[in-house]
């Protein structure tokens, strides 16, 4: 990683016996983005792919 910028490095380990026959870890690095601190509202009810923005069934939330 660039040594002249600010990041965050979070080391991850997986451990499940059940499932793994060891641990296993891995790394990832997120570097800090003075440019990109700012971001719009997401709304997931009208992300979902389907037609006109909502999933038959989905009852979305108020607006208020």
């Known amino acids: 990683m660039n040594s002249d910028h600010w990041y965050l490095e979070v080391q991850y380990t997986l ?13 990832r690095s997120y570097a800090w983005r003075p440019d990109m601190t700012l971001f719009r509202e997401y709304n997931c009810e009208l992300q979902t792919g389907a037609k006109g923005g909502l999933t038959p069934g989905l009852v979305p939330e108020p607006q208020d």
């Open 15 to 27: 451990d499940d016996p059940a499932n793994y026959t060891r641990p296993w870890s891995w790394l």
